[in-house]
């Protein structure tokens, strides 16, 4: 999904301040503006293409290598969105993402979830597979979209989840009202691979399977992006309901036992501000880190922790603090195995511009300043881990619009830690 924000925070010695939390809320909305010109202008960094579209040169930087994955008009789909990204134990790369049908507006709309494979690092990509399509799957019904994937990787069994928001009509962000049912409100819904990526299993509804999912919310599905495993074996995907008032929150589900049955923990930030389409890292003590979009348009990211308890839906959250400037818009956060936390997200607090990798070493207290990883108009984004420790990431980007591509970027953990001092 889309939404936008004002009032950067001050970046001291390259860390954004953790403050208190503002009111409000947002509308789905985000383009770019003056600027990203005046950092086109300034000065650009470059890349070196291999496979996919051509690059254009005036991204070329010696230590990062991309590739155009999907661009709009490809295969005769209106727009590319919403990208998600793992590594399986195999090393291959598993790219998920919307397929816009006819314009690139969100759900309800014509939408399935494609994916693309890589085997070698996303030097290559196998051809587009759609894996999620409900007019296919839901016989003499029209109106079925599905979007705003998530994929999660199994390390223990090798297979790969990927969750998503099935729309029946209008069921979807605004139109969902309370119950459980498809023709109520939309659904949470799964699909499973357990060769690697290439095929894939029917769809999968968890929502009346739920353990603490309201029927008087509104709407329940996941994060857009990408899930995690815990060192236990635990399975988490961010998640956002809205309540019954229609107030939007984050949280998260998990799975102790491969993903059969899941449980939903309590909303991060109980009242205000709204918050959505959060992503989760698993912090060196054990305990979750959750980076949320704040829909009151503070021009800054939500973050709260969360600490388990024995009884593991009984966790408590600590009081949330906002830094780091955001424009509203969905973010990636992944922890390295090296130790750092990784962020990325547009560089603004108003403008969706200038994609920016931040590292952590304090798990999330404070952050580098990060460095441009591309200037133009980039939206969301997601990374992971490759087999050989570097870094990849996959977003939206383009040179008038942050939606015309989405684009692979891979580098060295030490391009991005240069920033650290």
């Known amino acids: 999904m889309t939404r936008g924000s004002q009032g950067s925070p001050r970046l001291v010695g390259g860390v954004g301040p953790r403050r208190r939390l503002s009111m409000g809320f947002a509308a789905r909305h985000g383009t770019p503006g003056s600027f990203f010109r005046m950092l086109f202008l300034g000065g650009c960094a470059l890349f070196a293409a291999t496979a996919g579209h051509a690059a254009d040169d005036h991204l070329k930087q010696p230590e990062?290598?991309?590739?155009?994955?999907?661009?709009?008009?490809?295969?005769?789909?209106?727009?590319?969105?919403?990208?998600?990204?793992?590594?399986?134990?195999?090393?291959?790369?598993?790219?998920?993402?919307?397929?816009?049908?006819?314009?690139?507006?969100?759900l309800p709309g014509d939408i399935d979830v494609g994916m693309m494979r890589s085997t070698d690092d996303g030097n290559t990509w196998s051809p587009m597979q759609i894996i999620l399509d409900f007019d296919k799957e839901e016989k003499d019904t029209r109106g079925n979209g599905v979007g705003d994937p998530a994929v999660l990787v199994d390390r223990t069994t090798g297979h790969i989840l990927v969750a998503a928001l099935w729309s029946r009509g209008n069921r979807a962000w605004n139109g969902s009202g309370p119950g459980l049912t498809p023709e109520e409100t939309g659904q949470f819904v799964l699909t499973r691979s357990a060769d690697d990526g290439k095929t894939w299993s029917k769809p999968i509804n968890i929502t009346q399977k739920i353990t603490g999912r309201d029927p008087k919310w509104r709407l329940c599905f996941n994060g857009p992006g990408s899930g995690i495993q815990l060192r236990d074996g635990t399975l988490v995907f961010a998640a956002q309901f809205r309540d019954a008032e229609g107030t939007p929150h984050s949280c998260f589900i998990f799975s102790t036992d491969g993903g059969d049955t899941w449980t939903i923990s309590p909303p991060a930030i109980p009242a205000r501000p709204p918050t959505s389409e959060s992503q989760i890292a698993e912090l060196a003590d054990g305990s979750l880190l959750l980076s949320m979009r704040d829909e009151s348009r503070s021009g800054t990211r939500a973050w709260a922790r969360f600490t388990w308890k024995d009884d593991l839906a009984k966790g408590?959250?600590?009081?949330?603090?906002?830094?780091?400037?955001?424009?509203?818009?969905?973010?990636?956060?992944?922890r390295h195995p090296d130790g750092p936390l990784l962020f990325s997200n547009p560089n603004s607090a108003k403008e969706r511009v200038a994609l920016t990798i931040r590292t952590s070493m304090d798990d999330g207290t404070t952050w580098s300043s990060g460095r441009v990883l591309d200037p133009r108009p980039c939206a969301y984004s997601c990374m992971t881990v490759l087999s050989d420790g570097s870094i990849g990431v996959l977003y939206e980007c383009g040179d008038t619009s942050n939606i015309e591509t989405l684009t692979f970027a891979r580098f060295p953990l030490e391009w991005v830690r240069a920033t650290d001092q």
């Open 64 to 106: 990062v290598v991309r590739t155009i994955l999907r661009r709009q008009g490809d295969d005769t789909v209106h727009t590319y969105r919403i990208p998600g990204l793992a590594t399986t134990p195999a090393g291959t790369l598993i790219a998920v993402f919307d397929v816009r049908h006819q314009n690139s507006g969100d």
């Open 316 to 334: 408590t959250w600590g009081e949330p603090w906002s830094a780091v400037a955001d424009p509203t818009c969905m973010a990636s956060l992944i």
